[in-house]
């Protein structure tokens, strides 16, 4: 019976520090002294996406165009000459226009590293879909970031990426509502 006892004991003593030892394997890479950071394929990554646009364009056009040409002929008291000879013309033209446009995104997404470049730059992908009340929106962003901008807690903003493409797509009753009707879409390709 006590041989029993041990080798139950020491079956369990084998499986208690087989899976300690394995919770360990996936950041064997990494120091204790550091940060979990992801560096190679199939880390995840957690991007802060922070874009704020801002554009303003403004011109002014003002033309003013004028000629004149004036001509006067007398002769003296003998014979009677007398003569004027005008011409005018005039073109004014005044033109402005303004156009300005600002856009705010905040968001987190989680991606996925696909490869590594050489010199240590990270491929990165991700994509996340939410449905609520029959209203889908997708965002995908992809690019390449530097390890030296990803944050100790294991993410990056969205300003710091390489070749950052971000689509955010929405599907639905309000995306159908923005917009224009057939006969509208219809002027527009005519006009």
């Known amino acids: 019976m006590k041989i029993k006892i041990k080798i139950i004991m ?9 899976e300690t030892k394995s919770q360990f394997i996936q950041n064997s890479s990494v ?7 992801a560096f190679k394929v199939g880390d995840a990554l957690m991007v802060l996406i922070t874009e704020d646009t801002q554009a303003e364009n403004n011109a002014s056009l003002a033309n003013d165009r004028s000629i004149n040409l004036s001509g006067d002929l007398s002769a ?3 014979g009677a000459f007398k003569g004027s000879v005008g011409l005018g013309t005039g073109n004014k033209f005044n033109s402005q226009g303004k156009a300005s446009r600002s856009e705010s995104i905040r968001s987190k997404l ?8 050489q010199n240590g730059n990270l491929s990165i992908e991700g994509k996340r879909t939410t449905k609520i009340n029959g209203e889908t929106q997708t965002i995908t962003i992809k690019g390449i970031i530097r390890p ?5 807690n ?7 990426i390489l070749d950052l493409t971000l689509f955010i797509d929405g599907q639905g009753s309000v ?3 923005q917009e224009p009707g057939l006969i509208t879409k219809f002027l527009r390709i005519l006009f």
């Not at 120091?31 to 950071?37: A, E, G, H, N, R």
């Not at 030296?148 to 100790?152: E, G, M, R, Y």
Request: glycine share 2%; net charge negative; hydrophobic share 45%.
């Open 10 to 18: 020491i079956i369990f003593v084998l499986l208690t520090f087989s």
């Open 31 to 37: 120091s204790l002294f550091s940060d979990v950071k």
């Open 76 to 78: 003296g008291s003998s």
């Open 110 to 117: 989680s991606v996925r590293v696909l490869t590594v470049e």
């Open 148 to 152: 030296v901008d990803i944050l100790p």
């Open 154 to 160: 294991n993410s990056v903003y969205s300003y710091s």
């Open 175 to 177: 995306s159908e509502t």
